[in-house]
């Protein structure tokens, strides 16, 4: 090939890769967005057929996982019987941030991490309110997520949230611990609980605080770690 030709194929390629990374940046700001709403058959239709949600230790396989996660457990957590989001007086805004999006050479695959803020709760006014739910809290966390092109359309292989703290609003992170834990029982026992529970990694919530393994290495001190000499 001659230098141009090669010159427009690395265009090509990194033109590519931009593309890919607005695509998987938009599918995670959607997904936020959906489930500000409680639109649980929106957020299932994001993963891939094959996909998975890491949620407070449990493992929800699948789409129809993904829905029983946050069309059945969230819906009933949050929402009165037959009630739709979204609903008088509810808020639960999801903000998807400071994202990290990596790219396989062979396009095909992807890594993405995302920091993810949460601010919920009832207004006063509101009839229903939900149990054990505070009337106004905060939640953030990290997500680490792998992401799949699937019939030329990106979607979501595996969502890993790792929840780093829930507080009340009134009191604050100090003075509070998560109101919501792990699942200790899977479905079908548990129509609301995971299809397994990962034992090996129970991951207790706030105050404690976990290490979330990044994707990607520091473009200098990562080839000091692996013993390569930095350019």
């Known amino acids: ?29 959607a997904y936020g967005y959906y489930i500000d709403f409680n639109r649980a058959d929106d957020v299932a239709d994001l ?8 949620f407070l230790s449990g493992v929800y396989k699948g789409r129809e996982g993904a829905y029983r996660l946050y069309g059945t457990w969230f819906k009933s957590l949050f929402l009165a019987p037959g009630e739709e989001g979204p609903a008088y007086g509810f808020l639960l805004d999801h903000f998807q941030m400071q994202d ?42 990290i997500y680490e997520n792998d992401y ?7 979607k979501i292989q595996r969502l ?27 479905y079908p026992a548990n129509p609301f609980g995971p299809d397994y529970i990962r034992t090996e990694e129970l991951r207790q919530t706030w105050p404690h605080r976990h290490d979330v393994p990044m994707h990607f290495a520091h473009p200098r001190f990562g080839k000091l770690l692996a013993g390569q000499e930095p350019k």
């Open 148 to 154: 799949v092109k699937e019939d030329g359309v990106w």
């Open 1 to 29: 090939m001659s230098e141009t030709e090669n010159r427009l194929a690395v265009l090509e390629r990194r033109v590519q890769e931009l593309e890919d990374i607005n695509a998987i940046r938009r599918l995670h700001w």
């Open 47 to 54: 993963f891939a057929k094959d996909g998975e949600v890491i």
């Open 100 to 141: 990290i999006i990596t790219i396989a050479p062979d396009g095909q695959t992807a890594k993405g991490r995302f920091r993810g803020m949460l601010f919920g709760g009832s207004h006063e006014s509101r009839e229903f309110k939900p149990e054990g739910v505070p009337l106004q809290f905060m939640e953030a966390g």
């Open 160 to 186: 890993d949230y790792m929840m780093q703290w829930q507080g009340d609003y009134e009191t604050g992170w100090a003075k509070t611990i998560s109101h919501l834990q792990p699942a200790i029982e899977c």
